[in-house]
């Protein structure tokens, strides 16, 4: 059986969470008329990177994206991969991605592990401490946000779990796109797993966005690309394509654990 993703490539009002919540919300309509069963955000699509002023539009415990999330997916029947918002804690703000599912239940709740130091991320937020698996009407999944694909032995650790599809939200600027097209790909082919990632378009005041959203299957193959425009990117996945892929090359039963860790220590030897 497949399943219709819908990845929302919005523009981002800097700083406005209320201009942001209007437009996800109408581009969710959208995303619903044309029959999307699961639909992503983007990351920070509240605010953008208006780091500076947190104090202000940080989300007090993430309850306002938490809401929002949890009305829409009910009213539409729809899971929402609701991207990341600035969640305001009692020891700092952290960069979190909040999931409903299609019965308005917060299923998912990661917050960013990896702060990314380019854009200033480890002086106003707080990295998270934990996994992001969250199941969705049985299927296997895992959030993980922007910077987070950097990091291959991050996204191991959820496919070692079973993950099935990994959900990817960004705002990764345009001069990477090379970097964010084949580290997403990588990580579709060598862990056999479906990658549906979601960046924003259009530009705040440091940086152009790259757009170019893009599904990628377990043979890492790109089954849908958006072009850098904002928009909504549409694609079928089909989850049994996973157990396929992963028995026709069992890379998993493969792995030789004990041996990668003997090479940790080999040049402290001299
Ligand atoms: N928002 C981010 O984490 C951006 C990551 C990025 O641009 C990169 O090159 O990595």
Known sequence: MTIRIACLQLDIAFGDPNENERCAESAIESAVKDGA???????????GYDLTRLDEIADEGAERAKAFASRLAQAHNIHLVAGSVAKKTTTGVT????VADRSGQIVGEYSKLHLFQLMDEH???????????????????????CYDI??????????????EVLFVVAEWPLPRLHHWRTLLMARAIENQCYV???NRAGRDPN??????????????????????KPGILSADIDPALVADVRTRIPVF???RPHDYETAKNFFKTY
């Open 196 to 198: 549906v990632a979601c």
């Open 253 to 255: 039963a493969d792995r």
């Open 37 to 47: 069963n699961i639909i992503v955000l983007p990351e920070l699509w509240t605010t």
């Open 150 to 163: 950097r990091f291959p032995e991050w996204i191991r650790a959820h496919a070692l779990a079973g993950a």
């Open 95 to 98: 960069n979190t991605m909040i």
């Open 123 to 145: 002086l106003y937020l707080q990295p998270g401490s934990s996994l992001g698996l969250f199941s969705l009407d049985g299927l296997a999944c895992a959030g993980v946000i």
């Open 207 to 228: 940086n152009v966005f790259a757009g170019h959203s893009l599904v990628i299957d377990p043979w890492g193959e790109v089954i849908a690309e958006a072009d850098e």
